[in-house]
């Protein structure tokens, strides 16, 4: 882009370059994915921000990277610098934003599903989606939250539902110990599970040092969180969702709920406020069930 050209800021800003308070100078938000970057990335990261930007870049809030103080000018040069290390710019706008994700099970000792993994999927099938309003994704291993899950508009929370195995089970209260929600009990000559106050942790499986339970991994699904001008907390319509095919479908549900109800420069939260859960729920439900 010379410098006689003029600037189409809207096509810029979808492409993740946010206008500067200076004069034709532009942070450029990238496509991070569960806030997760390789070294060759980094590499390409480095070099565009030492050669266009100011020589350092800002970490997001939402586990994004942007580099501030590039040129009107450059934008073509920064895409082609950061292609090479295969960076891609993020998206700005009324779209579906970055998918955020903690480490998940595949590193945290707590994690129950693979939360980087369902991070790629769901931004391989939603990223960039136009849509009446930003729309966030957040995906959280466990239901310690490190991701605060419920603060996006669909927060996805890893869950364990357990089956206590009594032919392995030797009786050493340990499980009862480690659980924090009171859900278990040594009584007799069984562990009792109280259903109704477990929040599918884990922790009673991670602390048995015979095997003893059998788990389900699963979801914990939120909708309509909001953390900005307005704050609202996000809410599960189904307990828990043990199927990856229902994460999906309920995901679908929720995001063509949006899409065909909100109003232009509506937030998912304010579009269920005024057309009301009831029917948002019921779509749920049915995708959930199938």
């Known amino acids: 882009m010379s410098e006689n050209q003029k600037i189409d800021y809207a096509t810029l800003k979808k492409g993740g370059f946010m206008r500067q308070k200076q004069k034709n100078h532009f942070s450029l938000r990238l496509g991070v994915v569960g806030g997760t970057v390789t070294a060759e990335q ?8 030492k050669t266009y930007g100011r020589g ?40 579906v934003r970055t998918v955020t994700a903690c480490q998940g099970s595949e590193v945290c000792p707590n994690g129950c599903i693979d939360a980087q993994a369902i991070a790629r999927e769901l931004s391989e099938r939603y990223f960039g989606r136009e849509l009446p309003h930003k729309f966030k994704f957040g995906v959280t291993g466990c239901p310690n939250n490190c ?21 392995s089970c030797i009786r ?25 106050k477990c ?20 979801y914990i699904v939120s909708f309509a969180g909001t953390f900005g001008n307005r704050i609202a907390t996000g809410e599960p319509v189904v307990p828990f969702i043990d199927d990856h095919d229902a994460l999906l479908r309920v995901c ?22 005024r057309v009301g859960n009831e029917k948002f729920r019921e779509a749920i439900k049915e995708a959930a069930n199938g």
């Not at 994004?64 to 073509?76: F, H, L, N, R, S």
């Not at 950061?82 to 779209?95: I, S």
């Not at 929720?254 to 909100?262: G, K, L, M, P, Y």
């Open 252 to 273: 679908d549900a929720a995001i063509s709920f949006f899409a065909e109800n909100a109003k232009p420069g509506e937030r998912f939260r304010a579009t269920l406020d």
């Open 56 to 95: 350092y870049v800002h970490l997001t809030s939402r586990q994004g990277i942007e580099i501030p103080y590039i040129q009107a000018k450059d934008v073509a040069a920064v895409k082609e610098t950061l292609a090479k290390g295969g960076v891609q710019p993020g998206v700005c706008g009324p779209r």
């Open 42 to 49: 980094l590499a390409a990261v480095i070099e565009t921000a």
């Open 199 to 218: 929040n599918f942790c884990g922790r009673c499986v991670f602390a048995c040092p015979v095997d003893a339970w059998d788990t389900t991994p699963g």
């Open 147 to 167: 991701l605060k899950a419920e603060e996006n508009d669909v927060g996805v929370k890893g869950g364990l539902r357990v089956r206590w195995r009594r032919e």
């Open 172 to 196: 050493c209260g340990v499980c009862v110990k480690a659980c924090r929600r009171g859900a278990l009990k040594l009584d007799a000559d069984a562990i009792v599970l109280d259903e109704a």
